[in-house]
């Protein structure tokens, strides 16, 4: 399937490593003009040197293909405000696609976070993606383009010790979903892409941490945590980029407002 993703502009929140990585990584292999940020300006030099490096010989020919980046907190209107004009003075008014991404906010119970906990997790997560849509949203409508927001199958099925995932994230779902019905009439889509369990530098931590809560290898705590996945594995983020790629490719015009769950199979619900 043609992903029509060729020449189009594409920006990737948090994207020096991880899922938001991996997304950049296969709108690049599309043939898109992609733009990446995250906080740790090394680490988005780092990004555009593995990026770059990965291109066929082709693809460095091709003016159309590039890939570059600007140091981007999400947390901060201003850091937004200067990631998006910089993207523009780049790559020109119009935005194909934007992909929303965070880190992930802290673990633990309700007994463990204050106002400030709670203040930091609503910026991380939904202001956040407030932010990002409405500096996208000029963009987006030069050309009828689409936003992604990394999700997490928290929203469907809460996960114990992570309250403000479970609390925010659905949060954001839906203000998503609300406004998928305002953007439709221009040409604009927005959906949510759910990951379960994806091999990152996040997940390879969560594993540390498990690990030494059950007295055991970290690689026995994967094992114990892929069990509990139909498929047997967690999925690669090569596979997360794909999807995340579809998604956000006029390959998938017709939808929108949508939550798209990609897990394996981890998930018992039905919806
Ligand atoms: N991996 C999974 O299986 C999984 C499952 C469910 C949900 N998720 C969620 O998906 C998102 C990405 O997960 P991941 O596993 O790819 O995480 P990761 O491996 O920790 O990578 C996070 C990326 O985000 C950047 N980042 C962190 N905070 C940022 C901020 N305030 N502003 C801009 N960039 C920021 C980091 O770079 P800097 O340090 O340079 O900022 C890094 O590039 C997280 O929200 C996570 O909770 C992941």
Not at 120 to 144: D, I, M
Not at 198 to 208: L, N, P, Y
Not at 232 to 253: D, K, N, Q, V
């Amino acid at each position: 399937m043609n992903l029509e993703l060729h020449g189009k502009t594409v920006l990737v929140a948090a994207s020096s490593e991880g899922l938001g990585f991996a997304t950049a990584q296969a709108a690049l292999q599309e043939g898109s003009r992609v733009w990446i940020g995250s906080r740790d300006a090394n680490k988005v030099t780092e990004a555009l040197s593995r990026l770059r490096n990965n291109q066929s010989g082709e693809q460095k020919q091709n003016k159309e293909v590039q890939v570059d980046g600007y140091p981007l907190d999400v947390t901060r209107a201003d850091s937004i405000a200067t990631w998006v004009a910089e993207a523009r003075s780049r790559y020109g008014e119009a935005i194909d696609a934007l992909v929303v991404n965070s880190g992930g906010p802290p673990p633990g119970l309700f007994a463990d976070f204050d106002d400030q906990a709670w203040q930091g997790a609503f910026e991380l997560l939904l202001l956040s993606a407030v932010r990002l849509v409405r500096a996208c949203l000029p963009g987006l409508a030069v050309r009828g383009g689409a936003a992604l927001i990394v999700s997490s199958t928290s929203v469907t099925e809460p996960i114990e010790g992570l309250i403000l995932s479970n609390a925010l994230r659905s949060a954001t779902v839906a203000m998503a979903k609300t406004l998928s019905r305002e953007l439709a009439p221009r040409g604009i889509r927005i959906n949510c892409l759910a990951p379960g369990r994806f091999a990152t530098g996040r997940v390879e931590r969560i594993d540390a941490a498990a690990a030494e809560r059950m007295h055991c290898s970290p690689e026995e705590a994967r094992r114990k945590a892929e069990a509990a996945i139909p498929l047997g594995r967690y999925g690669t983020t090569e596979e997360f980029g794909r999807t995340a790629c579809f998604l956000i490719s006029p390959a998938a015009s017709y939808m929108t407002g949508q939550l798209v769950t990609i897990d394996g199979g981890m998930t018992r619900g039905t919806w």
